[in-house]
């Protein structure tokens, strides 16, 4: 045995809780983990397996995953100790939450970080779908380019056009002060509508979504996915968006019925589109990649360096105050369990 200290360091690792840490995240993240817990990293760049993780979730008192992993009745029952999840992602829709309270296992997200990083890339997404800077690009990679040419490429203006955004929570807020810039009209659909102040101070305009569809110009969807919203935009929205429009998707993949688009984008039923998810990612619906009236993204809104670290840490923050510090994580999903859990705090 060695000397009384460092057989308190020994038993106060020990002791530590178990957490598991489904993905390769920003190492100032670990860091940060390492201090607190007993960790096993699933440390790839590819998702883990079902079955991996069902295994070794069984004696640990936190996980930290990512927005593939499904954290569901089948899991919770796989965890008898966990006590609380820290999701990598500001949407939780992967994580069934009454499930979770009824364990009394606290969920946390990382809300308000990515905000203004998605609404750039939101931005990104309508103004590369309108311009068509992706099928440019492709031209001059393939060596096509042979000249200045007054039809080439024609896309439609951004600037001064009519912007519908679903979706009016802080990202979607976030697309609206850009879209200031761009001198555009700005209409949104929520299933609450803000303060007249807020509004004017966003220069937005509330209606209804039918409204919004017909009346805008590039229609950008920021609202949560839950069974309100599934299929939200299907060929029914697209008959009613203008033949001009363009569509943006950064927020949930199953919120645009896939293969509707892929008809309208077909058949020119709306001008293009951006897309940042897809309805069963990483699969895009048959046809999408060969359209070239598309955008594609592999899931970037989020992804700046600074942002993810950033995510990172509050994730890793959310598992040390639940599991450490015995308090509810400032971005608990469910603060009716926290307050139940941590009386005191
Ligand atoms: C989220 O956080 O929900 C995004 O989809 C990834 O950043």
Redesign the pocket.
């Known amino acids: 045995m060695g000397p009384p200290g460092r057989q308190l360091l020994y038993n106060r690792r020990v002791d530590r809780p178990k957490v598991l840490v489904t993905r390769a995240i920003p190492e100032e993240a670990f860091a940060l983990l390492e201090k607190h817990f007993k960790l096993e990293r699933y440390d790839k760049h590819a998702a883990m397996p079902r079955a991996l993780l069902l295994r070794r979730i069984r004696d640990k008192d936190g996980l930290l995953c990512i927005?593939t992993d499904k954290v569901d009745v089948e899991l919770l029952e796989a965890a008898p100790r966990l006590k609380a999840v820290a999701t990598y992602?500001?949407?939780f829709d992967h994580v069934d939450v009454k499930a979770c309270a009824l364990r009394r296992v606290v969920v946390s997200n990382?809300p308000g970080v990515?905000t203004e990083t998605t609404a750039d890339f939101t931005w990104a997404l309508l103004l590369a779908a309108s311009r068509r800077v992706v099928e440019g690009d492709a031209f001059m990679r393939a060596g096509r380019y042979k000249g200045w040419d007054p039809m080439m490429f024609l896309g439609g203006d951004v600037h001064g056009k009519t912007l519908g955004i679903v979706g009016f929570g802080r990202i979607g807020q976030a697309v609206a002060r850009r879209a200031q810039g761009f001198g555009m009209k700005v209409l949104y659909y929520d299933r609450q509508r803000l303060f007249t102040e807020l509004e004017s101070q966003f220069g937005a305009r509330y209606c209804e979504l039918d409204e919004l569809l017909r009346g805008s110009d590039f229609v950008t969807l920021h609202c949560v996915l839950d069974a309100s919203t599934f299929h939200l935009i299907d060929a029914r929205a697209f008959a009613l968006m203008r033949r001009s429009a363009c569509l943006v998707n950064a927020a949930r993949g199953p919120i645009v019925d896939e293969k509707a688009l892929v008809a309208a984008l077909r058949a020119g039923r709306i001008r293009g589109a951006g897309l940042d998810v897809y309805e069963l990612e990483p699969k895009t619906a048959a046809g999408l990649s060969r359209l070239r009236n598309v955008v594609l993204a592999p899931?970037l809104?989020?992804a700046s360096l600074e942002t993810r670290t950033k995510m990172g840490l509050m994730a890793a923050q959310g598992l040390v105050d639940a599991l450490v510090r015995r308090k509810a994580p400032e971005h608990a999903v469910d603060r009716e369990l926290c307050r139940e859990l941590f009386p005191a705090a």
């Open positions: 927005l992602s500001v949407g990382t990515l899931h809104a989020s």
